[in-house]
């Protein structure tokens, strides 16, 4: 996809997790997204586990977080990208 490529959605299916050194477990997906537009993330943990979500700007800065409200149930967060400085 190249800059000014109409929006699209890449769905990545099922995904394993790899473990971390806090005992939890991460999943990471970096892609581009052009300046004002609409960035989500939705994940659907499994049965027993949460999941949390981040939007981060440049790899750095979070514009968008959410945790599932309880085990094995989804989580959504969605941000428009500001434009850039």
Not at 36 to 57: F, H, K, N
Not at 67 to 81: D, H, K, L, N, Y
Request: hydrophobic share 30%; proline share 6%; with cysteine.
């Amino acid at each position: 996809m190249g800059r000014g490529d109409a929006p699209r959605e890449v769905d990545l299916g099922d995904r394993k997790t790899r473990k971390a050194s806090d005992g939890g477990s991460r999943w990471t997906r970096e892609l581009v997204v052009l300046a004002e537009d609409r960035a989500s993330v939705r994940a659907t943990p499994a049965a027993g586990a949460t999941a949390t979500c981040r939007i981060l700007l440049d790899g750095g800065r979070e514009i968008a977080s959410d945790t599932s409200s309880a085990p094995g149930e989804p989580v959504r967060c969605s941000a428009t990208t500001p434009t850039f400085d």
